[in-house]
C-alpha cells in the first residue's frame, strides 16, 4: 500500500524558514521521481519542485518563483523527502503537497501539510 505522509507545516513570520518532510512507503522510493506541489486558496494546485529518481541523476527543478530560496532534496536511507524553504513569503501560503510519480502506473499523493507565512 502506498503511502506518502506530510509533515513540517505551520506559521511562519515573513523571511522566516521552514523544513517540509514527506515519509513514503510502499514502493521503491530511491527509483521513484518526486515532487512538491502547492495550492493556495481559491487557486489551481501549481508545481513547486522535483527531483528525479537516485537510479537516474538525481536531477532538481524548480518553480520560478521559488528558485533560489526553496531546495528539493532525498533521503534513500529514511525514505523521506524533503523541502527547505527560506525567504517565505506571504504568496508561499498553500497546503504543500507531496507526490510520488509514476508508482505502480499512477501518481499518488500525500494528504498535504498547511504552510503559512504571516506577520
Known amino acids: 500500500q502506498v503511502q506518502l505522509v506530510e509533515s513540517g507545516g505551520g506559521l511562519v513570520q515573513p523571511g522566516g524558514s521552514l523544513r517540509l518532510s514527506c515519509t513514503a512507503s510502499g514502493f521503491i522510493f530511491s527509483a521513484t521521481n518526486m515532487g512538491w506541489y502547492r495550492q493556495a486558496p481559491g487557486k489551481q494546485r501549481e508545481f513547486v519542485a522535483t527531483?528525479?529518481?537516485?537510479?537516474?541523476?538525481?536531477?532538481?527543478r524548480y518553480a520560478e518563483s521559488v528558485k533560489g530560496r526553496f531546495t528539493i532534496f532525498r533521503d534513500n536511507t529514511k525514505n523521506t523527502l524533503y523541502l527547505q524553504m527560506k525567504r517565505l513569503k506571504p504568496e508561499d501560503t498553500a497546503v504543500y503537497y507531496c507526490?510520488?510519480?509514476?508508482?505502480?502506473?499512477?501518481?499518488?499523493w500525500g494528504q498535504g501539510t498547511q504552510v503559512a507565512v504571516s506577520s
Open positions: 527531483i528525479t529518481s537516485t537510479t537516474s541523476t538525481g536531477e532538481t
Open positions: 507526490k510520488g510519480v509514476g508508482i505502480r502506473g499512477r501518481d499518488y
